[in-house]
């Protein structure tokens, strides 16, 4: 564990060895199959999960559909913001697309640990303020990027996700249809030609 606390703070803000101890008393491991559901609607979520292998998807169900929000993988982090943040339930889950392994850390100890160690509160906040561009990136993409600019940010940026997620889940993603998706695959195929 104090390996797995140190490269958070390799990732995020530097931790000082005793800050690294205490960060890596307080992690939870879990260890997920393929389709496991880690997080279900309507389940309070108290950990910030940071992914050291496999792949894993938040996802909520509306009017008959699934919708894929974000996508984690090896040294990524993922949390359900308002039911971190707030502790409250929401309809968001998690699952494994992946055999995947994870460390939480879980809300009150993290603000424990914060109280305590100042170079965690650092940590904290640079884990928020990455979530946040994140989020502002994606509503950005959403307002201003055509469905064939979304795919081509995807591919360039995330090419991982191209190659491990189903296409029905990075239709999701991209806020379009498959049958969309589809098309826009083919038309940047025929660009490459």
Do not use: W
């Not at 008393?25 to 940071?50: A, M, P």
């Not at 055509?146 to 996700?161: A, G, K, V």
Request: net charge neutral; proline share 4%; hydrophobic share 40%.
């Amino acid at each position: 564990m104090r390996m797995i606390a140190q490269r958070l703070g390799d990732i995020l803000s530097p931790l000082s060895d005793s800050t690294a101890d205490k960060l890596a008393s307080i992690l939870i491991r879990t260890v997920l199959k393929k389709n496991d559901i880690f997080l279900k609607g309507k389940e309070v979520s108290d950990q910030i999960c940071y992914v050291e292998s496999g792949l894993i998807r938040q996802f909520y169900c509306t009017d008959d559909r699934d919708v894929t929000e974000h996508f984690a993988c090896e040294n990524d982090f993922l949390f359900c913001t308002g039911r971190f943040l707030c502790q409250k339930v929401d309809d968001r889950a998690i699952e494994a697309l992946e055999p995947t392994v994870l460390y939480g850390i879980p809300y009150e100890p993290l603000m424990e640990l914060i109280k305590e160690c100042p170079d965690a509160g650092v940590m904290y906040q640079k884990f928020l303020e990455r979530a946040l561009l994140s989020i502002q990136g994606k509503i950005n993409s959403f307002r201003f990027e055509t469905s064939q600019e979304r795919y081509q940010n995807l591919l360039n940026e995330r090419p991982e996700i191209i190659k491990r997620v189903p296409l029905v889940h990075i239709a999701s993603y991209l806020l379009m249809s498959p049958e969309t998706l589809s098309r826009v695959r083919s038309r940047l195929l025929v660009v490459r030609q």
